[in-house]
């Protein structure tokens, strides 16, 4: 493994089903105005990172939310739908209020079972599996020391971030939800993979010691 690579899981901005708390899945929701401000703010934060290569899910949330960055550092959007979010089937496009009402039990237990379909979909465990492959096949056109980004979404990235890590499949859910436009960036070492940041908003600050 090469060392010292920089992975930067960004999720999308806001849509109007994020805002009114409905189930997006794989539906491909436009962003609102306000998501498209998340995105152009971000990516004033994102290109001091001197990104080498910017992946997105090809949904539209994704792909605007990655161009908004790829404009700003003459970068072109590779997209590939292996990075989408968690398909759930006959969840997508209810209010969570619904899904409390009609499906309580299976959505209590798909918040903390990484092996739950919800709505008959994806499990968490496949989504990472095909998150992290297409990080694997990207990960290929980025130096040694370099930076990759991707934009993704909120569910996906965290399938990836858990299974990069290495946590078992049980403890996934300690990973909290993510902001609309906050990224998290995760880190090579001779040991592998290590969390640097989560949920972030600001950029990453250097360690001035480690616990090692």
């Not at 970068?75 to 899904?99: I, K, N, Q, S």
């Not at 290929?140 to 979404?153: N, R, Y």
Request: hydrophobic share 45%; proline share 4%; aromatic share 6%.
């Amino acid at each position: 493994m090469t060392a010292h690579r920089r992975l930067v899981l960004w999720r999308h901005g806001r849509t109007a089903w994020n805002a009114e708390q409905r189930f997006q899945g794989q539906t491909d929701i436009a962003l609102d105005e306000v998501g498209m401000e998340q995105a152009r703010m971000a990516a004033q934060f994102l290109q001091h990172l001197k990104p080498d290569r910017i992946i997105a899910s090809d949904l539209q949330r994704a792909v605007v939310t990655a161009q908004m960055l790829g404009d700003l550092v003459d970068l072109p959007v590779v997209t590939d739908p292996d990075l989408r979010e968690t398909f759930a089937g006959a969840w997508e496009g209810l209010v969570r209020a619904e899904l409390m009402r009609d499906h309580d039990a299976d959505f209590a237990r798909w918040a903390w079972d990484s092996h739950a379909r919800p709505g008959g979909g994806e499990t968490r465990v496949e989504v990472a599996d095909r998150m992290v492959r297409a990080i694997e096949r990207e990960l290929a056109h980025v130096p040694e020391g370099g930076t990759l980004i991707i934009a993704t979404h909120g569910g996906a990235a965290r399938a990836a971030i858990a299974s990069l890590l290495g946590l078992p499949t049980d403890h996934w859910s300690c990973l909290g939800v993510l902001s609309n436009c906050a990224w998290s960036v995760v880190r090579e070492d001779s040991t592998g993979w290590r969390l640097q940041e989560y949920n972030a908003g600001s950029l990453p600050q250097p360690a001035l010691a480690d616990d090692r």
